[in-house]
């Protein structure tokens, strides 16, 4: 089934490790995206990439990386430096050729949890 | 600079009750579009509509059905005779173009808890 795939769904780390999540899709989307959610804060935007080897900042990009190597692939790094990095993890996709008007595709999400 | 505002954090309603979700978005572009999200428990995000800003007709779907206002910046979303499977987090978007893409800034979510 064509969809977003996030892993793991629970991912638990030690303060000042780096820690990769996941994120593949095979919905054939040129652009992807990182958003982290915590409790009141709504959605906000790490990072995204409209094409491959190419991604941009979002608000909140202090603390992360990103590459996107492949289309399908659009793995998010927490390094050392984000200073608060227990959150809810959502990955997104969406064609890029339509632009404004596309709406996003949502993985199920990560809840990292840094002890 | 673009911003989302969703200015009830929960709301709690029994059971074939109306409810309206508020929306109101602040943005210098002419063209945007707008967007509803649900977020049931289990995460992930389900998109709901969307909505280009030169078309201001209502729109209806079900029980759902969507306000769109340019004089006052507002795009409100009624569920009406709700639902206890309604019980979720609604978030409202707003899509921007920078020089680099496209992606959607979203307001923070408005947690609607509906009881039997």
């Known amino acids: 089934d064509g969809g977003i795939t996030q892993s793991p769904k629970y991912l638990f780390r030690k303060e000042g490790q780096n820690v990769t999540l996941s994120c593949e899709q095979n919905?054939?989307?040129?652009?992807m995206y990182w958003y982290r959610q915590d409790p009141g804060q709504g959605l906000r935007l790490i990072y995204y990439?409209?094409?491959?080897?190419?991604?941009q900042k979002g608000d909140i990009a202090e603390g992360y990386s990103v590459s996107r190597e492949k289309k399908e692939s659009f793995p998010l790094t927490v390094t050392s430096a984000q200073k608060n990095p227990t959150a809810f993890y959502l990955c997104?996709?969406?064609?890029?050729?339509?632009?404004?008007?596309?709406?996003?595709?949502f993985g199920q999400g990560t809840r990292l949890t840094v002890v | 600079a673009q911003k989302v505002t969703q200015a009830q954090t929960e709301i709690s309603v029994v059971e074939k009750e109306d409810v309206t979700l508020d929306c109101v978005y602040e943005t210098r572009d002419t063209t945007y579009y707008l967007f509803w999200y649900k977020q049931p428990p289990s995460g992930e995000l389900v998109f709901l509509i969307r909505?280009?800003?030169?078309?201001?007709q209502n729109e209806i779907s079900g029980r759902y059905s969507w306000n769109f206002q340019k004089s006052t910046s507002s795009f409100n979303f009624t569920i009406t005779a709700s639902q206890v499977v309604d019980s979720a987090v609604y978030f409202c978007a707003l899509s921007f173009n920078s020089n680099s893409g496209y992606a959607l800034n979203f307001g923070k979510g408005t947690s609607l808890l509906v009881t039997p």
């Open positions: 919905l054939n989307h040129d652009a």
């Open positions: 909505r280009n800003s030169f078309d201001e």
């Open positions: 990439s409209q094409i491959v080897n190419d991604f």
């Open positions: 997104a996709s969406s064609p890029y050729g339509t632009g404004l008007n596309t709406e996003a595709f």
